[in-house]
């Protein structure tokens, strides 16, 4: 064989044969090379240089410089599934929301996996499409993966679901957004929905309006607490909660602006129709001003409406919506914080509740420009 590749026709095989061997020993040496050999090298521990590679905040200057220093001497890449092996843990969060499309979830989506990127975690997301069965299942999903946490926007209607018992029994730490259950005890980002109600009630009170409707969302906590605020609103005022005024939506936050405009619809349709529409979400107004629009109607002129969340587009609607604001990016990076609390904490941090202040952002839509 030697003498083969001394021939001149062959030259070519006989380099081509000493690249591959090269590449091959090139790859055997980083194979060789673990988390445990950069640890060892530095009289440091593993947990030390896994917590450098994920940009961990408790390691020291002098510490991190020196693990990062060796590791490009020995131009070493972590290998997850060793790293997940020496640390338990598998540098992934595991995200369910009721509706990917939906515009607030999406911004959470994004906040929650940009924050986490910065400590080399990845996100993984699921969609329960409004269904606590199809919610209980994607945990499951998640739970098998092994996630080091849950960051949830439950759409079940008690704290006894056994949701909340499957992920207890889990001990995977978890972080609700949205919904509340304050019976869980659990970590917690959200904003008060009871004071969104009466931001967006008290501001079509403020422009005039006298018959304020209020185009209500599924059983869960922040249209109960949104339809809470409504009426406290009113009753501050001294005006009448109106038989049929208050509309439940039945498709919660998937395919809401469909549903928006078919509860409009059943507004307009009454005697007396009103002046003023709190809606549960934008989704669920933009569906009640295209049937204020197509009735020949207008907004604000003749009804004016208000919704929640303060979508990305909210400004660019044929009539620009007025909105709640419930800053979802904040939610996003604060669930996003707490989960990467508990996943690095020694021992189990206490539960925190983050309730985040409102914004009345005021358009066309309530206002006559």
């Known amino acids: 064989m030697y003498a083969v590749f001394q021939t001149g026709v062959n030259t070519g095989v006989a380099r081509k044969w000493r690249r591959g061997t090269q590449e091959c020993v090139r790859h055997a040496r980083n194979m060789a090379i673990r988390m445990k050999d950069v640890a060892r090298d530095l009289n440091v521990s593993v947990m030390t240089v896994s917590k450098v590679l994920r940009n961990h ?41 009721p509706d990917l499309e939906h515009p607030f979830f999406s911004e959470i989506a994004k906040a929650i996996a940009r924050r986490i990127r910065t400590r080399d975690y990845g996100l993984i997301i699921a969609s329960s499409e409004d269904s606590p069965a199809v919610e209980q299942s994607e945990l499951e999903r998640m739970l098998a993966r092994q996630v080091d946490a849950v960051i949830l926007a439950s759409v079940q209607t008690s704290s006894a679901s056994p949701v909340f018992a499957r992920l207890k029994e889990s001990g995977v730490p978890y972080v ?6 304050p019976e869980l005890g659990a970590n917690y980002v959200g904003v008060d929905d009871v004071e969104v109600g009466r931001v967006a009630t008290g501001h079509l009170i403020e422009r005039g309006c006298r018959r304020i409707a209020h185009l209500r969302g599924p059983d869960v906590s922040t249209a109960a607490g949104r339809l809470q605020g409504y009426e406290e609103a009113l009753r501050k005022r001294q005006m009448a909660l109106r038989a049929g005024y208050v509309v439940k939506v039945k498709g919660g936050d998937a395919r809401s602006e469909e549903q928006g405009y078919r509860a409009m619809n ?48 909210a400004d660019l609607l044929r009539v620009p919506l007025s909105s709640v604001d419930q800053h979802s990016y904040k939610i996003g990076e604060r669930a996003a914080q707490l989960a990467l609390n508990s996943i690095e904490a020694e021992e189990p941090p206490p539960a925190r509740r983050i309730v985040l202040p409102v914004e009345l952002v005021a358009r066309e839509s309530t206002f006559h420009m």
């Open 266 to 313: 059943r507004l307009l349709a009454m005697e007396q129709r009103p002046d003023g529409v709190f809606c549960y979400n934008d989704e669920v107004a933009i569906g009640a001003l295209r049937a204020i629009l197509m009735a020949g109607l207008r907004a604000p002129g003749d009804i004016a409406v208000i919704g929640v969340d303060n979508i990305r587009y």
């Open 176 to 181: 609700l957004i949205d919904r509340d259950f």
């Open 57 to 97: 905040g408790d390691i020291g200057r002098e510490t991190r410089d020196r693990v990062l220093k060796r590791v490009r001497e020995l131009n070493y890449t972590p290998n997850r599934a060793a790293r997940s092996l020496a640390t338990g843990r598998t540098s992934a969060i595991g995200l369910v929301v």
